[in-house]
Every structure is written in structure tokens, then in C-alpha cells.
């Protein structure tokens, strides 16, 4: 095996935190430091304070055994984020269960098939999601609902929220008052969460994470960002992923800031309301979000001025332009934004470099959930970083590239460190495949790592299409170049008997403001000029191999993981079809 550099970058990192050894012990700490502060709540509502946090999980914890629930079972939550959704989480890995997340986009038949696997006698749910629930054949024992629904269909049978945390407030208030609740104690190899992946090669995969996964992977990611107690966190992206449990739950725990959940959809509109409300120090987003706003607020913005398109021509002009432009966009964030943490999906270069222009205190950040889930971001303040690259591994954590390719150094990065799983939940055979035969986690995505220690990510190895003249094509490189363009809302680019295609998704509202009083014929010779036109643009920014040999349209969104991926997988040669 061939192996390229192997790096571990520590240095121009934020005082370090000293680390819990299990979750339990984090938020036991989180206690003993900030108290009195604001822990986490629902935007535009009274958050619970850390003290007000720890104890309605200890009494649930307390109620939770009461009702049988012990060390080693497994208990689900199926809901939209909610205080009280981190607050029935903590509570069960309280008495040493495990945590089954399951992801509230997740389609009937996924939920079904997780519930019935992991056997769980108790789930969390909200009225979103209970329908997911009326034919299943594994029957729950107990369903609680979050949101305090009450479901009249006759087919389940529910309990409040507030009716479970009442019930365990008046068993167990007075132990708690004298410090004599009693709990098993946790080692940081006990299992603590169970997580289903919903990723772009299809076959989702039940991931093992520990407490002691989770606790390296939170404090190494708090050692990342220089941030006082305090601050504010918005929360818009789900916590049954652990990208957000983890930066945005576990994070701003260590770091006694305040989380605020959205309770909503992430819109423009709605986040720039509730920004103003809140005016959030921290935000973590996917990279689709920050593109909808560059394509549909800044590019529009350049383009209606003569006098701004003309300057922008010109580095010089283009950094004052964006430096102007940020500064806006900083205030519909809030105003005190310090970090905005991109991730989940690769961020489109051209979008990266409007915000490297501006001045807009982005940070890029690569992960899966496998590895708890950060291997690569920033640090803060790190003038080092890369455009285009994630930034350096995170403290704990040893990434290398294997097999890299002699002229170029891309192979497929593989990961070490305490963040990494325990393994896939009854598949050790899948377990053994994903790991190196010197025990290294295979990612099976594809990098470099530069001079000065950045990761940058190429695509995933799956992905990459292979032309007849042995060139390797990544499709995300391309797939990036198109989805710049207005007219387009995502693409996905094929080999099709060896010619590349690119499949296009078409912003539709674009498309009326632009065919506005136009008949359908009319309409349709548009979008026939727009896809032409985009396909000999963007060929002239590729090679020549590499050109695509039509560009089509969709007239649906494509299917996408949690955040925001295509699943290519669905979207094979030998199942094309318009």
C-alpha cells in the first residue's frame, strides 16, 4: 500500500478544554461551570438554564429506570429538534441506555425498519411524525410525545411530555433535593448513541458512537472556536444528525453558550427573523443554505448594477463590492455573528470565494457520521487555510491519504482517532470492510493534503467516472461549475455509454420571471437556450476530455440525504431515464 502524508495539526488551536470521559460526566460539569447561565430553549422563548437543564434530566433519568429502562436498552426519539428532545437524550444515556436518533425526513418504511430492528420498548415522537407510526407490526410499549400531542386516531396510544416530566417530577423531587438519585455508572465504551445513515451510495448502515466518541469529537470541536460563555447558538439543522448533535448540541454545551432551536424551516425569511431576534453568535448550516443566498440575493444584487458588475471585474473592485455585501449579510444574520460552521456537503468554490472576499467569518468543516462526525475544520483565526480546502484535522485526529495517485497525491483518506465507531450495529462483516487492515477508518472519499497540512476533498470514490481514455472525472467539480448559474437549482452529472451527461433541476420561479407573458412554446425554446448555453460555458472551463455531451432537463428535485447530498446511487446509468 502506498500511503501519503500523514498529519495531525494541533498548533494555533483555542486554549484546550479538558475533556469528559462520558456524557454524563460532561453535562455534570457543564453544572458546575455555568449554573446559572442559559443552557438551551426554542427561539423567541425562555430557555432553560443549566442548572434547570440537569435537574429535569436527572429526574427523568430517575423516572426512566422507574419505567424499566436500564443500562444497555435502547430508546428512540423520532422528532424535530425541541429542548426537549436533548433533554430526553441526556436523560437516557443517563442510566446507561443507547439513544436510536432516527432523522424526522426518514420515509415510513426506513422508521419502521429501524424501530423493528433495534427493538425499542420506548420512543419519543411529535405529531409530525405519527402517522410513520400507525401500521407498525413492532409494537412500542410506550410513546411519548414531545410536542405534547394527542393523537385521536385510535391506533396509538400517547403520553404528554409535560404529563411524563410531571409524573417524574413528583416520584423523584424531593431525592433529587437531597442528592440521593441513583445512577449506574457509564464507562466511555458504553454504547450512547445508535445513528442511521441516509448517504448518497444507498444501504444505510446502523453507526455505533460511544460516549467517549462523541465526548472527543465535541471537545476536540470546541478546541476549534474561541468562544466565551454565553454566547448564542441558532439551530436550524436536525439533531438526530450528528453533525449537529455534536457541533451544535455537545459544542456550545462545553462551552456554556445557549442553544436555540428554530422550531421552523430555515427560509430566508424565517432566518432572518429569528436572527434578529436572537442575534446568534454561532450558526452551523449545510452549504445549500448559503448558496440560495448568494444565488438569489447577492448575484442578483451585482447583476442589476451596471456600476457594481463593471467593478467586480477587477479584484481590486471585487473585494470592495463583497466587503459591502458582507457587511449586509453579517447583519441579516443577527449582527455579532463570530463563526457561521459550513458543512455536510461540499461548499461550491465560487460561492466559498464570495465569502472569503467578504470578509464573512465562515469556517468549512468535513466529517461523517462515522467518525462522531469531524475529521477536518479550521481552526478559527488560521490564516492558513486554503480556499477550497476543509482546513486541518482536528485535535486527536490522524488523517492520511492512501494509495494517492503519483502525479496528483488524491486517494482515498482514511482517519484515525478516539472519535472514530465502535462499528455497525450486528454487520461486523461491513465493519471489517470499512476499516484499514491496520485499523484506520476508511472514509471513501477522496483528497489531498497540501504543503502547510489542508485537507481538500476531490469527491467520493464511488463517484468517480472513468472515460474510455483512463481519465478520471470527478462529477462534483463539474456539478459545481453549473449549479453557479441561477437558472439552476442542482445538477448531477452521469457517464451515459461513456459520454457525460449532466442532469439539471431548473429554478422554476427564475424561469417565470424571465418568460413572464410568454406562451408554453416560448417557454420551453427558454430553457432549451438556457441549457445549451450553460453546456458550451461551462465545456470551455474543462478539459476537452472531460466535456459534456448534453445537458437535459429534470423536472423534479432530486432525492438527498440529511444534508442536502444527492443519493447518486439512485441515479445510476443503467436507471436513467427523463
Known sequence: MNINKKI????NLPVRQEQAANLNELLDTCL?????LNAIGMALGKPLTYKELHDRVLVLAAYLQSCGIKAGDRVAILAENSHNWCTVYLAIVRVGAACVPILPDLPEADVHHILSEMKCDLLFITKRQIEKIYDLEYKVARIVSLDDYLDDSGLVKLTTFTDFLAAAENEFAEQLAQNELQFPEVSGDQLASILYTSGTSGFSKAVMLSHSNLCANGF?????????PGAVFLSVLPISHTYEFTAGFLLPLIKGACIYYAGKTP???VLQNLCGKERPHVMLIVPLIMEKIYKKRILPAVEKSKMLTLACKFSFGRKLVYRSIGAKLLNFFGGRLQVMGIGGAALNPEVESFLRDAGFPYLAGYGLTESAPLLAGGPTGDKTIALGSVGKPVPGVTI??????PKTGIGEITAQGPNIMQGYWNDPEVTNETFTDDGWLKTGDLGMIDEIGNLHIKGRSKSVIVLANGENVYPEAIEHKLNTYPFIV???????MNMLEAWIYPDYEFVDAQTQGQSR????????EQLDRIRKEVNERLSRQSRLSRVLERREPFIKTATHKIKRYLYASDKMGM
Open 8 to 11: 495531525s495539526l494541533e498548533k
Open 267 to 269: 427560509t430566508p425569511m
Open 220 to 228: 476536540a470541536t470546541s478546541n476549534v472556536i474561541a468562544l466565551a
Open 32 to 36: 458546575a461551570k455555568y449554573a446559572d
Open 400 to 405: 492520511r491519504i492512501d494509495s494517492p495517485d
Open 490 to 496: 442542482e445538477s448531477l452529472v452521469v457517464d451515459n
Open 521 to 528: 412554446q416560448q417557454r420551453h425554446e427558454f430553457i432549451s
